[in-house]
């Protein structure tokens, strides 16, 4: 039987969400243009990156701390969200609102409508006051994940400032971005979880093969800007390189009844599984385990625990991809 990470006080995680959302989530009949969209009740999440993965984190007992910025009534009720969830937050208020995110899952087709706002503009002042929130709570913790993307205002190597105070810490860093946030880190980084699609922003190039994409994950590593990847495939699971291995874990099918957060869960479960001094490889077994798990649950609502380890007793074991290399 495969073995499921188990609740230790000593575990910290510190996340870090620059641009966190309240997220809309509602369902309608059709979604056409022009006419009026006659929706049902809606549910509202404290939603980012790094909220998500906080929460998550939370349901399989990790002790884990919020850092981000929040501003105006949205941000307030993210708060309140977020504390609902027994995550406690280190939040710095900024003068702007925090921004929305809307959801609409359309019932004749099945299709989901995703619209997200771009968030709201930081001074340099609160920028700074984010960073050195981050530096007081990454302190005595085991990981920090930083996770979504950067708002208006924020420049674009300030996942680069992360990193770095991340390694003047001594505390592994794990980044979960894209665009600009993602090609402008340079080093720092010790776990690096890019999908297909921001691998492919990152080098520039389309990766249309498995053989591709392990060779720019192993770029990555060669350059210095991490030292692990793990590439998420969505439906077809997940890529892991490292110095030393190439290896792909498949992902457990299932009917999804949400896509959303199902990236941040898998981040949350694989923090929680290296907290645990696991091997990568059973990390991000368990990532997956719980990313699939997510898939079932609505808008950015949180999987179980039982179904987490539900499917953790199905995933595969890796597959090694080593000879796909040059």
Not at 58 to 79: I, K
Not at 233 to 239: I, Y
Not at 253 to 275: E, I, N, R, W, Y
Request: aromatic letters at 4%; glycine letters at 10%; hydrophobic letters at 40%.
């Amino acid at each position: 039987m495969k073995e499921s990470p188990k609740s230790d006080a000593r575990m910290s995680i510190v996340t870090l969400t620059m641009n966190p959302a309240l997220d809309i989530t509602t369902n309608a009949d059709v979604v056409r243009h022009t006419d009026k969209i006659r929706c049902d009740g809606a549910r509202y999440d404290a939603g980012g990156g790094g909220i998500n993965v906080a929460r998550f984190a939370r349901v399989l007992d990790a002790s884990v701390t919020a850092v981000y910025p929040a501003g105006g009534p949205t941000g307030a009720l993210v708060t309140d969200l977020v504390g609902e969830s027994d995550v406690p937050v280190a939040r710095v208020i900024i003068g702007n609102p925090t921004r929305e995110s809307f959801t609409v899952n359309e019932r004749s087709t099945g299709k989901q409508y995703r619209f997200v706002l771009p968030g709201p503009q930081l001074t340099p002042a609160e920028q700074a006051q984010c960073l050195d929130t981050l530096r007081r709570a990454a302190a005595s913790a085991q990981f920090v994940v930083a996770s979504g993307s950067l708002p208006p205002g924020v420049p674009a190597d300030f996942y680069q400032r992360v990193a770095d105070i991340c390694g003047e810490l001594g505390v592994p860093l794990i980044l979960d971005t894209s665009g600009g946030g993602l090609n402008h880190v340079k080093a720092g980084v010790f776990l690096l979880k890019p999908s297909v699609r921001e691998l492919r922003e990152c080098v520039g190039s389309p990766l249309e093969t498995e053989s591709e994409q392990l060779a720019a994950a192993h770029g990555l590593i060669d350059r210095g800007v991490t030292q692990a990847v793990v590439v998420s495939l969505g439906s077809e699971g997940a890529l892991v390189a490292t110095s030393r291995d190439s290896m792909r874990i498949p992902a457990i099918p299932v009917h999804a009844v949400s896509g959303v957060g199902a990236g941040d869960a898998m981040v949350a479960a694989m923090t929680v599984g290296l907290s645990n001094a696991w091997p990568l490889s059973k990390a991000v077994r368990f990532g997956i385990a719980a990313a699939t798990a997510k898939l079932l649950t609505p808008g950015t609502s949180a999987c179980t625990r039982a179904d987490v380890d539900r499917f953790f007793e199905l995933v595969s074991e890796p597959i090694d991809d080593s000879a796909l290399l040059p």
